[in-house]
Every structure is written in structure tokens, then in C-alpha cells.
């Protein structure tokens, strides 16, 4: 038996979004590939608890980072991203290797060269303590190549592999279901009434088809499409993530505003169009998805084309089976 500590979000509710929570689960999918006898704790990535960690260091043989933002703009001291990784620090020097894995960067468009991103990151004190933990670390496998080229610059190295989300439905045993439904995943990427009129107007042409509802991860979302639209009776809040990917595994058509909504769709046969407005739609690449600028949108009219699961597009697991296995599993 080996024992995985998992850094993620140990809540499910209103304001806890569960996008995080199925990276996690589709880690979890692909680690017992590879170690079958692999036990998962979870330890909280939002907040400092020195009995969950005091437990680690007697027990953890392996601690994991499954989907963190790891290179941002800014230098945000919040604990997700500076008390953590004093904690994986602290973990490494105590001899529990580390496993950095499906990470990104969360870069605002408009868009700027790879190059220019990397030089801008990479002066942030932030970036520089992050990248001397993965530096240290038994594996890095971040899941855009933006991510990895921020690495590679500071001479750490790195597999780009498609993100774990999308096998979540494959840990629940959630399979693609007869498709009754459209959706919009929400997501309020501008304040603006503006991008909530061009929701709505999608989901009225698409309802033509089947009918449509406008799915929030969170209450924040809720809070603000209902804020403009109180009377419709398509907008709801799902939080938990069992019940997310059973909505989607019923859905045809999705426009999707969050990732964790657009990738766990994507592998349970949903048609796909994503609406970006950050780097984090790098993901996308390593299912050949595409994606759709927001301002795209105003006029409310469904994107032209949306992508389809296909044998180009699906993604293969083996790549991070093999090498958590050669370069976690077997030095433990």
C-alpha cells in the first residue's frame, strides 16, 4: 500500500467551484493505473491545518499537486499558492517526494506571445519559489505547453499531458447517457450585462433544438445571471460533482465558459464550444478543441462549429501511467 496525499479542495457547496474537484478525481483515476494499491488523503489547498499535515509527514509516501495554478501574473500571496508550497517544501526536505501534475497557467488575453508571457512571469518572486520545489520534484506534468515552456526557460523540464479531468467520468463510472439536453456552462467571464444578454441569447436558439439549461459551477455565477434574468427558469446551480458529470453525460450541444465543465464533457460525448478569455484554454490543445474568444459572443448566436470526441482527439492515458510508475511508483 502506498499512501497519496492529495493537495485539493476537501469541501463540496455553493462557493467551493468543483472543477477542482474533478481534476483531483480524474488523478486519482489514472494514479491507481498505475499503483493499484494506491490509498488517497486528501489535504486542504485553501486553507492551513497543522494536524493534516503533522499526519503527512508520518505517513504520506507520496505527496501530490493535482491541476494548481502555478504561474500567474501577479504575485498573489494567498495560501493556495505561497503557504503550500512552503509546505512542499517542507515535506521534500523531510524525504516525501513530490508529484506536480496537470498544472497551468492563468494568463488574461488579450493575447501576447509565448515569449513575452514567459519574460513577464517569470519576474515574479512568486514563480521563482514555485519553480525551485519543481525543480526538486519526482514529476512535473503540466497539461498546457505555455506552462511548460515557463518551466523549461528556468531550466525545469516537463511532459505536456492532456489534464486529468477529463477521466473524472471514468472514476465515478459515469458513461455517456441519451442526450435530452443543451447547455451553458456559466461562467462570468466580464461583469457586463452585455455577456449575460449573449448567454441567454444562445441558450434561446439553442433551446430550438432540445432544451437548454445555463448550468453554474458556483453561487457566485448564480448569483450574478440571476441578477439580470430572476424570472428564467433555465439557470441552475450544481455544485456537486457527481451530479455535474450526470448532467453532462445527457447533454448534446454545451458552450462552455469554464474548463471544468468544457473537458469532463468532452470525454462523455458532449459536442463542444468553448468561450476563453485566459491562457487556461491551452488545455484544450491536447484534445485538438479549439476555442472562441468572448467578445465573439455579443451578439448572442450560437458558435459556428462545435467539436466532437474522435479517435484524433482522444486523448491517451498510457504516457502518465508509465511514467508515474517509472519515476514515482517504483522509487517509493
Not at 150 to 164: E, N, Q, R, T, Y
Not at 178 to 203: C, E, H
Not at 277 to 298: C, E, K, N
Request: some cysteine; charged content about 15%.
Amino acid at each position: 500500500m502506498h499512501v497519496y496525499y492529495l493537495i485539493c479542495p476537501n469541501s463540496i457547496g455553493l462557493n467551493y467551484n468543483p472543477g477542482v474537484s474533478l481534476i483531483s478525481y480524474g488523478c486519482r483515476y489514472l494514479i491507481k493505473q498505475a499503483d493499484p494499491e494506491a490509498v488517497f488523503v486528501p489535504i486542504s489547498n485553501i486553507s492551513y491545518s497543522a494536524a493534516e499535515w503533522d499526519l503527512l509527514y508520518k505517513q504520506a509516501d507520496c505527496l501530490v499537486l493535482p491541476g494548481g495554478s502555478l504561474y500567474d501574473p501577479g504575485d498573489v500571496s494567498v495560501y493556495w499558492n505561497s503557504g503550500v508550497w512552503q509546505h512542499i517544501k517542507s515535506a521534500q526536505d523531510n524525504g516525501i517526494p513530490f508529484a506536480d501534475v496537470f498544472g497551468y497557467t492563468s494568463y488574461p488575453f488579450p493575447k501576447l506571445s509565448v515569449d513575452t508571457v514567459t519574460a513577464l512571469v517569470l519576474k515574479q518572486s512568486r514563480t521563482r519559489r514555485i519553480l525551485a520545489e519543481q525543480a526538486r520534484a519526482a514529476l512535473f506534468t503540466p497539461r498546457d505547453f505555455l506552462t511548460a515552456h515557463i518551466a523549461a526557460k528556468a531550466g525545469v523540464s516537463a511532459a505536456v499531458l492532456p489534464c486529468s479531468s477529463f477521466w473524472s467520468p471514468a472514476f465515478f463510472g459515469i458513461k455517456p447517457a441519451t442526450r435530452v439536453y443543451n447547455a451553458i456552462s456559466v461562467f462570468p467571464i466580464t461583469k457586463d450585462k452585455w455577456f449575460a444578454d449573449a448567454l441567454m441569447g444562445i441558450a434561446g436558439e439553442l433551446s430550438k433544438e432540445l432544451p437548454t439549461w445555463l448550468i453554474c459551477h458556483t453561487a457566485p455565477e448564480y448569483k450574478w445571471l440571476t441578477s439580470f434574468y430572476p424570472d428564467a427558469a433555465n439557470i441552475r446551480c450544481i455544485f456537486d460533482p457527481f451530479s455535474l458529470l450526470d448532467f453532462y453525460s445527457k447533454v448534446d450541444k454545451i458552450v462552455a465558459c469554464r474548463l471544468h465543465a468544457a473537458i469532463p464533457a468532452f470525454a462523455l460525448g458532449c459536442r463542444l464550444s468553448y468561450i476563453s478569455f485566459d491562457s487556461r484554454s491551452f488545455a484544450l490543445d491536447q484534445f485538438h478543441v479549439g476555442h472562441i474568444l468572448y467578445t465573439d459572443i455579443a451578439g448572442g448566436q450560437p458558435p459556428d462549429y462545435f467539436y466532437s470526441l474522435s479517435k484524433a482527439s482522444l486523448p491517451d492515458p498510457a504516457p502518465f501511467i508509465a511514467l508515474f510508475k517509472t519515476e514515482v511508483v517504483s522509487k517509493l
